[in-house]
């Protein structure tokens, strides 16, 4: 049986904010009194974005591939694992079509950062601005996002399996 063309992946990403860290989102380091938490740069929009596309090509998950118990990765730039994950989906016949993103955070305010989180996205995966989408809800203060506890991110990606020749 041929496998089909088109595949759609998802991916969801959460980091607590806390006190002595930055708020990376989407590659952009957002002022705010909090960041986000985690082994890397813990950039939670990119984190889904990556889960989203290894989900697509059945790559596993972004823990496999870069391991939070791995100290190489410690600090690492989530803008730098994401296209490693995109290089790793076109290794296995793989072009991302679209993806659309949303971030929950009460604060801070991600509108005025969301162009440039699409342009950091983008640049990541080797792709137009256009196929990247990003938007934000701020969940009505309901719910640990709505308490500022943390931030969460979900992602949806289309990838298309090109031929051999179309990579050339």
Not at 1 to 9: D, E, Y
Not at 66 to 86: C, K, N, Q
Not at 127 to 141: F, I, L, N, S, W
Request: charged share 25%; net charge negative.
């Amino acid at each position: 049986m041929q496998q089909p063309a088109l595949r759609i992946g998802h991916g969801y990403d959460v980091h607590r904010l806390v006190e002595g860290r930055r708020c990376i989102i989407g590659g952009v380091d957002i002022p705010y009194e909090k960041g986000l938490l985690g082994h890397s740069d813990a950039d939670v929009l990119a984190h889904a974005l990556a889960d989203a596309i290894l989900g697509a090509c059945r790559g596993g998950d972004i823990g496999k591939l870069f391991p939070d118990t791995d100290p190489a990765y410690e600090g690492a730039d989530s803008l730098v694992l994401l296209s490693r994950v995109m290089e790793f989906a076109r290794e296995r016949g793989y072009e991302l079509v679209d993806a659309d993103c949303t971030i929950a955070a009460q604060a801070p305010k991600i509108t005025p950062h969301r162009d440039a989180m699409r342009a950091n996205l983008a640049r990541a995966l080797g792709v137009d601005v256009e196929q990247v989408g990003v938007k934000a809800t701020t969940t009505e203060k309901l719910g640990w996002e709505g308490e500022g506890a943390g931030i969460g991110a979900w992602a949806v990606c289309l990838l298309e399996r090109c031929s051999s020749r179309d990579r050339a």
